[in-house]
């Protein structure tokens, strides 16, 4: 089973010279079980890059895409990905909706004729939407499992697990912390209570969804210096990132949603701090940054 990264980016598309190497679309990862089902994590800008290679290699698709929220960096590329252009190709959304807006008008909404030439409803595969809360449903030969991290309005974890292997996708998540979160009021109440609800460290949440898995991939935004500006963003220092590896005891961890802003260089120094904290925590985890392109293996 093998995952490419096609988009790696948080928040805004950043290319040019200081992001050829870690890349400069937003978030899309393609994960590919034995017998070559798709199961893809947002459709960030790096959906055009999947959905031209998915096009140009022929045949026909079905393929789950699980989407962690609406903002965004996490949908835009969606009326770009050519396979849903594609009469006979079916494809299932999955991702949480509000009491105000569906599933299917988070992804309607952003091709309305104000702002893209082509509708969702003139799109010509079969695309089905599955609205899920904090529940495990069946992906092909697979279980994905989700869970409401602690980000602006909403945003969704994701666990796919396949026989005794598994990878956690958690993009988007800010660690909770009991007194700021009552203050801030950005994140939808229902989610708020089930953090407050966990007894101890309300993170624990956050560790027991990731606990063990071979491949966790993990907002790492910020660095710590800059994290104490951007409380209530809705996203991590890469710190936190090590904190969920370590309290969760996966086995390789995958920096992820890199600052918009963010070089090359930069991220190989964070990358390089991350490294050596393992190595002074006596940590024994993998961890690597995510670029576009790169694949692993699970
Ligand atoms: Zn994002």
Redesign the pocket.
């Known amino acids: 089973m093998k995952l490419t990264f096609w988009g790696t980016r948080?928040?805004l598309p950043s290319p040019g010279r200081d992001t050829v190497r870690y890349g400069g679309n937003?978030?899309c990862v393609e994960v590919r079980l034995a017998n070559n089902n798709l199961i893809i994590f947002d459709a960030g800008t790096g959906l055009r890059g999947l959905g031209d290679a998915i096009t140009a290699a022929g045949g026909s698709l079905k393929a789950y895409l699980a989407i962690s929220h609406p903002?965004w960096?996490?949908i835009q590329g969606f009326p770009f990905f050519k396979p849903a252009f594609i009469p006979g190709n079916e494809l299932t959304i999955i991702g949480a909706q509000t009491r105000n807006i569906t599933l299917r008008q988070m992804i309607a909404s952003q091709m309305d004729q104000i702002y893209f030439p082509v509708q969702l409803n003139e799109l010509k595969a079969k695309i089905r939407f599955l609205p899920v809360r904090e529940e495990t449903v069946p992906v092909f030969e697979g279980l994905l499992s989700t869970m409401f991290v602690y980000h602006p309005t909403y945003a969704l974890g994701f666990r796919l697990t396949v026989g005794n292997r598994s990878i956690v996708y958690i993009?988007?998540n800010e660690p909770f912390d009991r007194e700021s979160a009552k203050l801030l009021k950005n994140v939808d109440k229902n989610i708020v209570d089930l953090y407050l609800q966990q007894k101890g460290d309300p993170n624990q949440r956050v560790f027991d969804f990731a606990r063990g898995a071979d491949i966790l991939i993990h907002d790492a935004t910020f660095t710590p210096e800059e994290y104490v500006n951007h409380v209530g963003w809705g996203h991590s220092d890469y710190l936190f990132a090590l904190k969920v590896a370590s309290e969760a005891q996966v086995k390789k961890l995958v920096l992820f949603?890199h600052d918009q802003s963010r070089s090359d260089g930069a991220i190989d120094e964070i990358l390089r701090t991350c490294r050596h904290e393992i190595k002074l925590r006596g940590h024994r985890f993998d961890c690597v940054a995510a670029a576009e392109g790169m694949e692993l293996g699970w």
Request: hydrophobic share 0%.
């Open positions: 948080g928040s937003t978030p903002h960096d996490h993009t988007d949603h």
